[in-house]
């Protein structure tokens, strides 16, 4: 944000009060509401917190989500996105919309959430889900925020059933999973990738070889790992040069064996009652590979560009 930006918000809101503006007028925060009162008019500017504002929100209660919460590519929501007004977290925008409950990440636009908080807006910050049941808590803060608080128990509760019926009988198999993206990164302990793998009834070779959080996984140390599962984020289009590993010669023998699962990135991105449903489709892969029954996930052999997606 320039210095006259700041300033102008700054002067904007200390010259005019907290009521709705008459047509053309300024706007400014608005005045604060009850302790126990619901927000009326809520903004997100973070995909995640788009995400569960989406489905936690009473109608008419959200006004705006980010540019992200439409992008296909990282959105599982995208089809509802259309409903709000985006915004593009700049402090500007945001200050005209008057919201009186911003809900931002812990690491989204900093600048515009330090600004809003000085010029008196109320803003709530989520960190990102790493496992189930910081994913729990989410939603139960969601919902508290919201005034949702029974949507946010049963929305918490029909996630967990689903991760029920996901589960792994205790003495079934676990076969050997592998989490490749652009560039060769991998997912280890300590990310939510691992917990869907884990959830699932797989054993992620990242966490086998000592990964944790993100890093690069040598294509020498995934074809000696030998996975039974190869789990490849698909690829964007057009196509980056950052992918070019994905596509290695390598990698065919692995992919001939390998049985592979068509996922969605999008449900794998933020922590979200549809991330349980990454792990069903995961756990629908792992029976079919290991002869519990037989799952349209699972797909035969195909090039290595096209390798599994998620």
Sequence with gaps: MTLAGAAALAGAALAVPATDPAPGAPASAPAPRGENEAPRRVVSLNLCTDQLAMLLAAPGQLLSVSSMASDPHVSAMRDRAGAFAVNHGRAEEIFLMRPDLVLAGTYTARETVSMLRRLGFRVETFAPEA??????????????????????????????????????????????????????????????????????????????LGITGMARLPLERLVMGAPDLLIAARPYTPPSLSE????????????????RVALSDARWVCGAPFTAEAVADLSAARRALTGEGRSAALVPAAPAANAVAR
Excluded at 165 to 194: F, I, N, Q, V
Excluded at 244 to 258: E, K
């Design 131 to 208: 496992d189930f049941d910081a994913i729990r808590a989410n939603i139960r803060r969601m919902g508290a925020l919201l005034g949702r608080e029974a949507q946010a128990e049963a929305m918490a509760a029909e996630m967990d059933a689903r991760l029920e019926a996901a589960r792994p009988a205790p003495d079934a198999p676990r076969p050997l999973a592998a989490l490749l993206e652009a560039a060769s990164w991998s997912s280890g302990a300590g990310t939510l990738a691992h917990e869907i793998v884990t959830a699932a009834g797989l054993r992620n070779l990242g966490a086998e």
């Design 244 to 259: 070019q590993g994905m596509r290695h010669p390598a990698l065919d023998p692995l992919q001939a064996r390998a049985g």
